[in-house]
């Protein structure tokens, strides 16, 4: 169990003890100690120094409003600005790796062939921030490696990230696991359930009932005599007739 903390400013107080508690609920257990991002720094100025080595490292002092009104928006693509140097040379800034102008390919699990010229998709990207804190996407990928994960299983709104996420586990010398990425959960209106979208928290009460309803939403047709039973007939049933197939190529499903 990983608890992805490294943006130790907006983690809330107590958010990380009520998931915990919120997975042990629905019967979902793990082995050894929680790891924390926190506890892993370390490491992740490690990976940066070795990157660093390899000059794929360089500063960046643009602000999101510059990039803005360079044409460019926070998600889009950088366009190299700091790229033969700082402007202005004393500014607070972030750290980019560069890419090369490559096609990054990968057999997606349940999503098949995706792929990204990095170059074109998203240029050079950010790895530590201008607050000094990492990346998502390093701490990710030095986690991954560290925790020896074969295979990533998350929502497909992480799907344009995996690229990324290659590239800096290519320039690393670490192993890439298998990706499969799973439709993210919509309401009416097509939004994404999400603290960020107000969506209201999990009732652990009804433990049970929100496993079969997920159940339901991920196409696996669980029978309706286990209604009113408890988490651990649901999972038992759920391991045993499990078929990730049913969600191939499916991208969003409404609660």
């Known amino acids: 169990m990983r608890i992805d903390d490294v943006d ?23 082995d050894g100690a929680v790891v924390y991002q926190q506890g892993a720094l370390d490491t992740y100025a490690a990976a940066l120094d070795q990157l660093d080595r390899q000059g794929l490292l360089y ?3 643009c602000s999101r409003k510059e990039l803005a009104e360079l044409g460019g928006t926070e998600g889009g693509v950088y366009p190299g600005r ?13 750290l980019r790796v560069r890419v090369r102008s490559q096609r990054i390919e990968l057999e997606d699990g349940l999503q098949g062939l995706y792929g990204q010229d990095l170059a074109a998709a998203v240029g050079d990207f950010v790895v530590r921030r201008r607050d000094r804190l990492y990346s998502y996407h390093l701490a990710t990928v030095v986690d991954d490696a560290a925790a020896g994960i074969t295979a990533v299983v998350r929502g497909i709104d ?19 696991p298998t990706y499969s990425h799973l439709p993210v959960v919509t309401d009416a209106a097509g939004v994404k359930l999400s603290k960020q979208n107000l969506a209201p928290a999990v009732d652990e009460q009804v433990a049970a009932a929100n496993l079969l309803h997920l159940l339901r939403l ?8 286990l209604a009113g039973t408890t988490v651990d007939q649901v999972l038992a049933w759920a391991l045993a007739h499990w078929d990730l197939g049913r969600v191939r190529g499916c991208r969003a499903v409404t609660a």
Not at 8 to 30: F, K, M, T, V, Y
Not at 158 to 176: A, E, F, K, V
Not at 218 to 225: A, F, G, K, T, V
């Open 158 to 176: 992480l799907l344009d990230s995996t690229p990324r996420q290659i590239y800096l586990q290519r320039c690393l010398g670490l192993p890439t």
């Open 218 to 225: 991920l196409r696996q047709d669980p029978p309706p005599e």
């Open 59 to 61: 500063r960046c002092g």
């Open 82 to 94: 700091c790229a033969h140097g700082l402007w202005p040379a004393e500014r607070a800034h972030s």
């Open 8 to 30: 130790g400013p907006r983690a809330a107080r107590g958010a990380s003890g009520s998931i915990l508690s919120c997975l042990e609920a629905h019967g979902l257990r793990w």
